[in-house]
């Protein structure tokens, strides 16, 4: 019988490992499905586009999958001795499983978050945000809690699209502390030109209605609390009895495959995956990509009975958005580390668009 290969999610990784099996393994040797909650691809990296009001490109998944079978639908369970998915009142066998189903916010970050904060991790949520800040009137405040890139991103964004309010960023260290001192320089004009009031060791403890309170005591009061201080995987993995770590993302070896579950693969923000030197990738659309050509390089190695080699990789640049009309792209040592060169104003901007560009089409190409 042929082999059926399921991939859960199809967001950068997912689509990147679906469209590369179905070109790697004939359709003799296996069969791919793809399944995914909604039928329109979810550019994550557009989403403080999507929160500051601005239409995104939302591609039919058909049209981006490249002989794989796509089905709509979420997963709800997936039962691994047997190797069955739930999806509504359907049941679905998979022989090979592909675990990519991106990552949530943490919204156990402090207490009061599930609660009362906005957040921007998928479209429900953002959508919500963005109508929320369409309704905060002039003079009102709206805090961003988080300065890693998703907090700086969406910060710049909803500060250049709604000069009517005063935007704060609550960062427990300084923002973008890990870049070169030009790049961080860059930063801090850049809000400054925004208007982005910045809070550094602001540690946020709780989240009310009437905004956010600091392990210091302070009290910083808001319309508005976006929580983008951290995100986990979905529990999907771990209520399966997968092994994962603290954030549930599956514990992966270095071809990508499950330690506890031979028949399971993990890429992407759903997964912990290491570079070959076992630094941990972080969660980015850089990571999603080769690691999912990674899992399906590894699949179809096995199928085609050679052993596949570990993932390769290396890191070449962060790229961040500050509004439409700037950005900043650091340059980056193969391992994170930031180098002195840094590309700052409206060219940084314009190669962060060919960057984002970049990454649909190279998902479609099943990762070149
Ligand atoms: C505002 C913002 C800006 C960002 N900017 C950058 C950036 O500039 N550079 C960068 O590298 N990274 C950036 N990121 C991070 C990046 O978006 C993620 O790391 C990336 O999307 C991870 O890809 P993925 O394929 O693992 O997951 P996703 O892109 O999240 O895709 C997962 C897919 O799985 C589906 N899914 C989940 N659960 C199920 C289920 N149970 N059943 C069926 N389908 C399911 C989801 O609907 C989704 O389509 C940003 C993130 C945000 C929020």
């Known amino acids: 019988m042929t082999h ?11 689509l990147t490992a ?13 069969q791919v499905t793809l399944v995914n909650a909604a039928g329109t691809f979810l550019e994550r990296v557009r989403l403080h586009q999507v929160a500051a009001g601005q239409a995104v490109p939302e591609p ?36 090979t499983l592909v675990y990519a189903a991106g990552s949530v916010a943490d919204l156990e970050g402090a207490p009061g978050v599930a609660e009362h904060a906005l957040t921007v991790s998928g479209t429900g949520d953002t959508t919500r945000l963005r109508d929320r800040v369409a309704r905060i009137p002039a003079g009102g405040v709206l805090t961003v809690v988080g300065a890693g890139p998703t907090g700086i991103e969406v910060a710049a964004e909803l500060a250049e699209s709604h000069r009517r309010l005063r935007v704060r960023l609550l960062a427990a260290e300084d923002p973008g502390g890990r870049w070169s001192p030009a790049a961080r320089a860059h930063l801090r004009r850049a809000f400054d030109r925004l208007g982005v009031e910045v809070m550094t060791g602001a540690k946020v403890v709780r989240v009310d209605a009437s905004g956010a309170r ?34 549930d993302r599956v514990l992966v070896d270095r071809t990508a495959r499950s330690i506890s579950h031979p028949d399971v693969y993990a890429v992407g923000d759903a997964a912990a995956v290491r570079a070959s030197s ?6 980015a659309c850089a990571t999603a990509l080769p690691a999912g050509r990674q899992a399906a390089d590894a699949i179809a190695d096995r199928i085609n009975g050679r052993e596949p080699g570990p993932l390769r990789f290396r890191y070449v640049v962060q790229c961040v958005s500050l509004g439409r009309r700037d ?9 994170d580390r930031p180098r002195a060169m840094t590309l700052t104003g409206r060219s940084a901007a314009l190669v962060k668009e060919l960057v984002v560009r970049n990454a649909l089409r190279s998902a479609q190409r099943g990762g070149g």
């Open 60 to 95: 039919a998944v058909t049209d981006l999958a490249r002989g794989a079978r796509f089905v709509r639908g979420r997963v709800e369970s997936i039962t691994a001795d047997r190797r069955e998915l739930r999806l509504g009142s359907t049941t679905m066998r998979y022989d």
């Open 327 to 335: 950005g900043l792209i650091q340059f980056v040592h193969a391992d």
């Open 214 to 247: 600091l392990a210091d005591g302070r009290s910083v009061g808001s319309d508005a609390v976006v929580w983008a201080a951290g995100f986990r995987a979905p529990a999907l993995a771990r209520e399966a009895g997968l092994a994962v770590d603290g954030h």
């Open 4 to 14: 059926h290969i399921v991939v859960i999610g199809a967001g950068y990784a997912g």
């Open 278 to 283: 076992g630094q941990e990738l972080r969660m």
């Open 18 to 30: 679906a469209n590369r099996l179905a070109r790697r393994l004939s359709p003799g040797q296996a």
